[in-house]
């Protein structure tokens, strides 16, 4: 009887996993497919806070904080109003960390760093570059050691050097190589799970058309 009991809890008990993990998955996919068919800094308020209360309720899942993160500083990228820039960039620190703390060395998690960086840059680039730029690049770097086979962080830094001016040696020839790169990457990439980071391939493609 005693192993009766024993047995059943454990059935249970997995059982119980097996559902939230269900669960999980079914809600990242359905703020995921939100992600890629809704667009405005609205909608991405609504996707930051959906992923961010995802992530309180798993604890232990890197991914929920990682998109909150993105759907933050995608706002901060499009935020008309620079003062509310660094405030949107701090909330998107606070998730990336979040983040961090549950998967170390990750090259999805530096590149969302990198982009954070550069949103506070943005700001006021002649009077912020200094500061911000390289803790940009240091993370676009840390990203491709991470995983060489990541086309996001060849991706980005074909974006900053398309919005460098030639002179100083950005600017559309500079970035093309970059873009080619990346797009070849995107052919050959293959996210680790269903909702695992996969975006950045549209764009990619469109800046390459752009600096031919």
């Known amino acids: 009887m005693k192993k009766l009991l024993i047995t059943l809890f454990l059935v249970s008990f997995m059982q119980m996993g097996w559902a939230q993990s269900d669960k999980y998955i079914s809600a990242m996919k359905k703020n995921l497919s939100m992600m890629d068919t809704a667009k405005g800094p609205d909608v991405n308020i609504i996707l930051a806070n959906n992923f961010e209360r995802i992530g309180e309720a798993e604890k232990t899942q890197w991914l929920p904080y990682y998109y909150a993160s993105l759907c933050t ?4 990228f499009g935020e008309q109003d620079k003062s509310k820039v ?3 960039a701090d909330k998107a620190s606070d998730l990336i960390d979040k983040a961090e703390k549950l ?3 990750n090259s999805e998690i530096f590149v969302i760093k990198s982009m954070i960086a550069t949103s506070r840059m943005m700001v006021d680039p002649q009077s912020r570059w200094m500061k911000y730029g390289p803790v940009s690049a240091e993370n676009i770097q840390k ?3 991470a995983d060489n086979t990541n086309p996001r962080p060849v991706y ?3 974006q900053s050097k398309f919005y460098t001016p030639a002179a100083m040696g950005g600017g559309k020839e500079a970035a093309k190589p970059y873009f080619e790169k990346a797009v070849m990457m995107y052919e050959n990439f293959k996210p680790a799970t269903d ?5 950045g391939k549209g764009q990619a493609a469109q800046f390459l058309s752009m600096s031919n």
């Open 156 to 158: 980005l830094e074909g």
């Open 103 to 105: 998967s170390e060395n």
């Open 195 to 199: 909702i695992s980071p996969n975006w």
């Open 86 to 88: 660094d405030m949107l």
């Open 143 to 145: 990203a491709k050691l």
């Open 73 to 76: 500083v995608i706002n901060a």
